[in-house]
């Protein structure tokens, strides 16, 4: 087996045994980084003498910490670059940040360095993490491993391609509505949206703050866990941080789903679905029946407010949020002969043309005349669609659905229609809307491409969504299937 | 449906964002045709319900106020386009006088 074939779970092992140390590991996905990634385009920056440093530092401290080590000490970790990292370049996908190097960590970025975590680099995003493909990476669209013509989903498309291509062996991304858990099912990953306030978002460049959650991306359930249980908990610089215990996850992955209620609601099975996709994931909902769970219809009525919600909600927060990119403080800054001409060019020039659309709506929809009309309205939706989920987990133990629509889709077929880009994010949005936790893992492939379920749960309830995530996996067998080799010659 | 062309201008001015013609024209349709698809939430209007401004249960988040270390100046003025003297320079944001171009600090 390959290094960089290693899951968290295997390589700490050999870390632990002394087989290999850091620096092996840390070089293996360099070098395969600087082999293979001109053809997925998944990093925006590599950090090879920060992760060097860090993997020296990692097999000093294994001699002298021995057995107590953390989990995440040595191993090579990516991060999607809308994550702070003091003292390395950090550009949320955007050339209005194309030179800003943070003074400080994102907490959970400090978490990882505490933990003695490896950072191999930052990967490519839609700007912003606005967008379900990374196409809107304002430097290059990243492609998707399984077939790099497609693109990786969106919006930590990156970080599911790094983790796909084994260019590192897990990373964190972050889900506004759906970008941790898209990209997770389009690479053949587990990816987690955690329940909101469940991770700190301090050092998280802020989108939509409502919706906002750093999330895992791993090969496994088990990875997912431990990456999940290092950077979850209260954090008194966020203050919607929740100030409850983390429980050990990664202890809490066994168990059987006897008796475990399962809900499927028919909203998420959208007309114009891909056949394959929405076969894949019943017979998945099948395997659950199979391991002793039972399985019922759910209903989720206000779904399909969604969209239109969420299209309101996230571009109003968006529109405050990115306000601060005035060229002053850091960033891109065109000049002009008052303030206000400097204003006006510099986002002109530094926002690609999707920020400028979701800035726009977001503005449009929170200004006067137009609030009561879009943004309420909006917000009414959020309390029906949390209620629905409320009135579904008295029945249910979990939702289980379609991560979405289709597989991967080709690199540009989307490009000119963003409302048809917006519309497939339906089974994903809700979960940030209502706050609920959301896991996605692969359940098979259709044309060769992954295929995702998505598996619901209530509010903190991350341990049954692992469970139930982690015994799936166990007769799926999906998480093993490997994207065809990058290495050869590819036309 | 479209949005006319004064509303997107005035728009970007409200969210300083410059704009050519052509993304007024491009704007104007593509923001239309997702505006339509908000019209369903018009079926709220009359549902007698709480809006939900987040997902969290928390309230007024409250910390003690006390004084903390901060960032040193020199760290924060370090990504800086425009400095001096421990100050973020920024052009001109009000002119002084009738007379034209006075004191004016442009940052070009």
Known sequence: MKLTELTIAEARRLLAGREISAVELTRAFLERIEAVDSKVKSYLLVTPELALAQAEAADRRRRSDGHSSSPLLGIPLALKDVLCTRGTRTTCGSRILESFVP???????????EAGAVFLGKTNMDEFAMGSSTENSAYFPTRNPWDLDRVPGGSSGGSGAAVAADLCVAALGSDTGGSVRLPASFCGLVGIKPTYGRVSRFGLVAYGSSLD?????????????VLLEAIAGYDPLDSTSIDQPVPQYRELLSGDLKGLRIGVPKEYFVEGMQAGVAATVRAGIDQLADLGASVGDATLPHTKYAVAAYYIIAPAEASANLARYDGVKYGLSCGGVDIWEHFARTRQTGFGEEVKRRIMLGTYALSAGYYDAYYLQAEKARTLIRSDFERAFEQFDVLVTPTYPTVAFGLGEKADDPLAMYLGDICTLPANIAGIPGIAVPCGLVDGLPVGLQILGRWLDEPTLLRVAHAFEQVSGWNARRPPELVSERK | MKLAPTEVEH?????????????????SEQLGAVLQHMDTLGELRQVEILPTSSATTLKTVMRRDEARPSLPISEV????????????????????????????EDAS
């Open chain 1, 103 to 113: 003074p400080f960590d994102a907490t959970v970025v400090a978490r990882l360095r």
């Open chain 1, 213 to 225: 959650q750093i999330g895992p991306m791993t090969k496994t359930v088990a990875d997912a866990a």
């Open chain 2, 11 to 27: 728009v970007a001015l409200l969210a300083r964002l410059g704009i050519t013609s052509s993304e007024v024209e491009r704007f």
């Open chain 2, 77 to 104: 003025l370090a990504n800086a386009p425009q400095s001096e003297d421990g100050y973020f320079r920024v052009p001109v944001v009000l002119e002084h006088g009738a007379e034209g171009a006075t004191g004016s």
